[in-house]
Each structure stands twice: as structure tokens, then as C-alpha cells.
């Protein structure tokens, strides 16, 4: 399941650079995301194997599975709603050509068409336009990006969450992040005045970030979800380090964990903080 994360995430973060044409490297992850359309029987069973397993280690008896399957069936959605997405990446961004006009000049001592009339270019250099579609592409392209990146860090959170089954404490962040950028995008759709252009011209963008905006939701329902498991799995809770609540700014050497013991009784560990590896 971990791996269904990463290829979403890879997506999703490379989905900006590549609406917007903005990187020509590995187009791998565009089609790495399939793998997870067709996952259901593959986690159904594996879920099934390890219920049946003796408890061992991190996962013991009523170990919470069926919250995997929740997971697994919230993560298919987000693999959907990115095969709809993929379909407007083949959109190309048009620019009209315009050339001043021609005049044709005929001499008086000549009638026409005893002698054909010259022809003389006015103007030679031609005005390019942008069309709608692509004038509304580049006015919502800041919070865009940005929607596709912060739901990339949510879901390689996430997918490191699962992994080693610790509570996904800075995903909150993430996700905030990508609701205030679906508020500039609101923004900006409003001051690029909308319906001043032709409809059928900008509704493959309308779509496209739309689609966006219903994987940010379900990328939230996911984080839910994996919240539920990890207080059922009684996953480590190392909290959001003081040092990102501050902005970067380092104010303790230390961080405190309390975690429960086989017998139930809270320990505290103290960790130094230049040692704590979070991804």
C-alpha cells in the first residue's frame, strides 16, 4: 500500500511542471499511477492472510486490518479522479497569429486587369495572442502549482505514516495549505473575469482544476482515515516538531515522546531533535 502512495504522490507533484510545460524529464509517473486502479483483490487478500497470521511484533491480535482495506478503497478514489485529470494534459495551449492587412495598390495609367494590380504589406510583424484558454491557464497557474505540491507532501506523508506506523502529525499542515491555495485560486478565477470569455474555450482549465480540488477533498479523507488506523494501531505519536510550528525556528534541544509499554505503564523518551530524521 505504501507503494500505491508513492506512485499518487509522483503524480500528483509532477502534474504542475507538466500542465504548465514547465520540465521535460522522467515521464514514467504518468502512467505509475495505474497499478492502483486495479488493487482491490491484491489488498483484499493480503488483508485476509494477515488476519489469519499469529499476532508478531507491531501487529498483534485484533490488529485493525479492515481500516487498511478503508485506506485502500479512499486511495482507489484519488487514483480515479486522477485518470480523469490525465485526459486534459493533452490540451494544447493555442496562440492566434494576426498580420496587418494588405493593401492593393493599382497605378492610375493602368486599368485593370490589362495590368495586375501590386500588392504592398502594410505591417509584417504579426501580434500573437494568447487564447482564453490559455489567458485563464496562466492566471490561475501560482495557486495551482501550489495545490499540486502541498497534496504531494500530504500523500508522501501519509504513505510514510503507514510505512512506520507513526501518526501523521504534520499532514494538518499540508492539508491547510492546500485549502487557502484553493482559496487564491477562487481569487484569481474571479479577477480574471470568467465570463467575459468564450465558455467552450476555458472549460477544459474549469475542469481540470476542479478535478484538483475534488483530490485535495479526497486526499483529506485519506488523512482521515489513516488517523483512524493509527489510534486503533496505537501507532508512535511524535507529535509536529516545535521547530515547524515556529516558522523553522529552533527553540528546544529536545523532544519528549510518551509512549505506552507491554504493561501499559507511560515512558517518556527523549530524542535530540538534530538526530530525528522526518520525511
Known amino acids: 500500500m505504501y507503494l500505491h502512495f508513492t506512485e499518487i504522490n509522483n503524480y500528483v507533484i509532477g502534474f504542475g511542471d507538466e500542465y504548465y510545460r514547465t520540465s521535460n524529464g522522467d515521464k514514467s509517473f504518468l502512467t505509475a499511477y495505474k497499478s492502483v486502479l486495479n488493487s482491490k483483490g491484491t489488498e483484499e487478500s493480503l488483508t485476509t492472510f494477515a488476519w489469519w497470521e499469529i499476532g508478531h511484533g507491531k501487529f498483534r491480535f485484533r490488529h485493525p486490518w479492515k481500516e487498511y482495506l478503508k485506506v485502500g478503497v479512499y486511495t482507489r478514489k484519488c487514483a480515479y479522479h486522477i485518470e480523469t485529470l490525465n485526459g486534459h494534459l493533452e490540451a494544447k ?6 498580420f496587418g ?3 492593393f495598390i493599382t497605378p492610375n495609367y493602368c486599368y485593370w486587369p490589362l495590368s495586375p494590380p ?3 504589406l502594410t505591417s509584417v ?5 494568447l487564447s482564453a484558454h ?5 492566471a490561475i497557474k501560482e495557486p495551482c502549482m501550489t495545490m499540486s ?12 505514516s503507514l510505512k512506520l506506523m507513526i501518526y501523521p502529525s504534520s499532514s494538518a499542515v499540508h492539508i491547510k495549505n492546500c ?4 482559496e487564491e485560486l477562487n481569487t484569481a478565477l474571479r479577477a480574471s473575469m470568467v465570463a467575459e470569455y468564450d465558455i467552450q474555450e476555458i472549460i477544459p482549465v474549469i475542469a481540470a482544476t476542479s478535478i484538483l480540488v475534488e483530490i485535495i477533498k479526497c486526499v483529506e479523507t485519506i488523512s482521515e482515515a489513516i488517523e483512524e488506523l493509527s489510534k486503533q494501531a496505537h501507532f508512535l505519536n511524535i507529535g509536529l516538531p516545535q521547530m515547524l510550528v515556529n516558522g523553522g525556528e529552533e527553540e528546544e534541544e529536545s523532544i519528549t515522546i510518551t509512549v505506552l509499554s507491554n504493561d501499559g505503564i507511560p515512558k517518556e523518551l527523549d530524542l535530540d531533535k538534530s538526530k530525528l530524521d522526518i520525511k
Open 93 to 98: 495551449d493555442e496562440v492566434i497569429f494576426s
Open 101 to 103: 492587412l494588405l493593401d
Open 134 to 138: 490559455s489567458k485563464l491557464k496562466e
Open 149 to 160: 505540491s502541498e497534496v504531494g507532501k500530504v500523500l508522501k506523508e501519509l504513505g510514510s
Open 179 to 182: 485549502k487557502e491555495a484553493v
Open 118 to 120: 501590386i500588392i504592398t
Open 125 to 129: 510583424t504579426p501580434n500573437l495572442t
